[in-house]
């Protein structure tokens, strides 16, 4: 079975570390926020210029002039820092974030990205996504697998206009974590309940499966 919005969230939340700096991209990125293991001190960055945030407002909690990148509410941790965007990207173009989780359209086996734009269609802007993804070393896509219409996300070449070249290394779905390596989607695990043969036949990149694939914990 496909995971949930949320299972995706929870399963990009374990690639968190003690001490990281860690960007989340708007949708489902920001959802891993609400994941972040017991007794783990990690801090969330936002191109804003807010460095500590905490999970999502109660009702109760709600500021409206305390915002994430998406324009959610959030509220902030302890020791959350406020300063203005030119200091925010100032710390991602240095490579001072250790952890970007970004959503995509699209990303292809030779590692590009497509994420903010679709031929056609009203888009907000490019938002922080080219910086982070030029900024970081060490980036986590979150996406579905295939379209609504059933069409592969995961190519062999990205038909969209990118966001950044050869810069993603793992990619979560929600039906497999894949690495990105030699031009080639690695399986390294897949969803509980789905088989490799799904994962493999609603790739359109070039596949490696592994003798030992694991199922996700969640």
Do not use: W
Request: net charge negative; with cysteine; aromatic share 4%.
């Amino acid at each position: 079975m496909a995971l949930s919005r949320e299972q995706l969230a929870q399963r990009a939340a374990q690639e968190f570390r003690d001490g990281y700096y860690v960007n989340l991209g708007i949708g489902i990125p920001t959802l891993a926020a609400n994941y972040i293991p017991d007794g783990m001190e990690v801090m969330l960055q936002s191109e804003n210029g807010l460095l500590g945030m905490g999970p999502f407002p109660t009702e109760d909690e709600v500021d409206p002039d305390l915002i994430n990148a998406g324009k959610q509410t959030v509220t902030m941790a302890k020791g959350a820092a406020l300063f203005n965007s030119a200091e925010s990207f100032a710390m991602i173009r240095g490579g001072h974030v250790d952890l970007t989780i970004l959503g995509a359209f699209e990303v292809d086996c030779q590692g590009n990205i497509a994420s903010y734009m679709i031929p056609g269609k009203l888009i907000k802007g490019m938002g922080g996504a080219m910086d982070l993804v030029a900024g970081a070393d060490n980036i986590l896509v979150v996406m579905t697998h295939a379209s609504k219409h059933g069409e592969s996300k995961l190519l062999k070449e990205c038909t969209l206009p990118l966001t950044g070249k050869g810069c993603i290394k793992r990619v979560l779905t929600d039906l497999a974590l894949m690495d990105i390596e030699d031009g080639k989607f690695i399986l390294r695990e897949r969803a509980p309940g789905v088989s490799v043969d799904d994962i493999v036949s609603l790739t359109a990149g070039d596949v490696v499966v592994p003798e030992d694939v694991k199922e996700m914990s969640l």
